[in-house]
């Protein structure tokens, strides 16, 4: 399983255009630009189709034609721009399967034709399975709210997935679901740093974030090979991120990176 990290960073991004803290000035400087979390799987499999994300795909050196399944994990813009659904239209009829909970799959109908045929919008819960062509796929419940229900994913092909975006700590019932296989990436929001005033019971902040790696570690889902990859990263973590991260055996996730089987 290739796993293509197209954007990495929470809905304002990091650097925020809007702020001059001294985390976006650094990473201003640094050249470091991280924008709304989406991922690619094979070419095949696209988590979050957000504003920035048919253009992250070409930054990065790839097209979106070969996709024949998006999962969108809810209804915030940052991670659903239901636009894509028409721009795609304009030039493939390739059949394309929509996954999503309901309110998201809401905001994608007034996006289609009524009469056209190429994509499936599909509803899904937490506690649902279903395959995607060699893709296995579970639903996992979020602490999150996004007019409605929010998801998490777990993907089991060649390789084993985990799609924790956007969440607090683990829901109930979260980690029953995604499971007692282990994993080989996990894909985890890590939004407030040590904020702890801000992390509360619908993010994650550096704390709350080691707190549900370690959970996970307990449930022999997690282990030493296991790459755990923090994104919806923002301004309010240090630029050393990264050594914070090391310390719980994580990393930060970066625009434009690739988790082949065997990178580091």
Sequence with gaps: MDVLLMGTGSADGWPSPFCRCDSCTTMRERGELRTPTSVLLDGQVWI?????AARQALRAGVDLVDVHTVLVSHAHSDHLDPAFLLHRGWVTDRPLTVYGPAPAIERCRDWLAPDQTAVRL????AGDGFAAGEYRITVVPAAHE???????YRIDAERSLLYACDTGPWAEGALELIGERRLDVVLMEQTFGDRLDLAGQRHLGLTTFARSVAALR???LVDD??????????HHNSPELEDQLRAIGAEAGRDGQRLGAGDR
């Design 122 to 125: 599909v509803e899904v819960t």
């Design 225 to 234: 090979a296991t790459r755990v990859v923090a994104v919806h990263l923002s």
């Design 218 to 220: 307990a449930e022999g």
């Design 146 to 152: 996004a007019l409605g229900e929010a998801v998490l």
């Design 48 to 52: 979050d189709p957000g504003p920035e």
